[in-house]
């Protein structure tokens, strides 16, 4: 009878140490795949910024090599840009974000405005040619007034480059 006693007790012992064994093994494997999980969705967040603050600065350098002038889609990304810019960022870089809209702005505003001899019309060759000549000019003219402004806007830009890697590195350094 005894023997019968502890063969059972041996075997309600090692069941229970079988389940407590399985239970601990599933819950430490939930945690890994949990953190896991963690570390892939705040990946995925940052890659989302990083391609976010890329587009940022390639949109407002590509006005500042433009000249504040681009097509009505480049420039409409610009905006979306700066609305996605609002919901993501910090206060310092939409400020400095702002800094670089006003000097992009701000050079745009000073400079000459096209002639009206530049407006195409339907006349002879000649005429063409002259408009032609206007309009080189008129873009001289505003290639000579932009190298007033465009360091401005370059340093505006080299700031808000700054902060948006400073930005980054501090969330990928609270990452790991």
């Given at each position: 009878m005894e023997a019968i006693i502890g063969t059972v007790l041996g075997a309600v012992i090692?069941?229970?140490?079988?389940l407590l064994n399985a239970f601990i093994t599933s819950k430490n494997a939930r945690e890994r795949q949990e953190r896991a999980d963690q570390v892939r969705l705040l990946e995925k967040e940052l890659n989302d910024l990083s391609a976010l603050y890329e587009e940022v600065l390639h949109t407002s350098e590509r006005l500042i090599r433009n000249k504040g002038r681009d097509t009505d889609a480049q420039l409409e990304k610009f905006y979306k840009v700066e609305v996605k810019l609002r919901l993501h960022s910090t206060e310092d870089i939409r400020k400095a974000f702002n800094a670089v809209r006003s000097s992009i702005i701000d050079m745009v505003n000073n400079l000459p405005s096209p002639p009206e001899e530049f407006i195409p019309k339907f006349e002879e060759d000649h005429e063409k040619k002259w408009r032609l000549e206007k309009r080189k000019e008129w873009e001289e003219e505003i290639d000579q007034t932009a190298k007033e402004y465009t360091p401005k806007?370059?340093?505006?830009?080299?700031?808000?480059?700054?902060?948006?890697?400073k930005d980054l590195n501090s969330k990928r350094l609270k990452r790991e």
């Open positions: 090692a069941g229970s140490a079988m806007c370059w340093e505006k830009h080299s700031e808000l480059a700054d902060l948006l890697k």
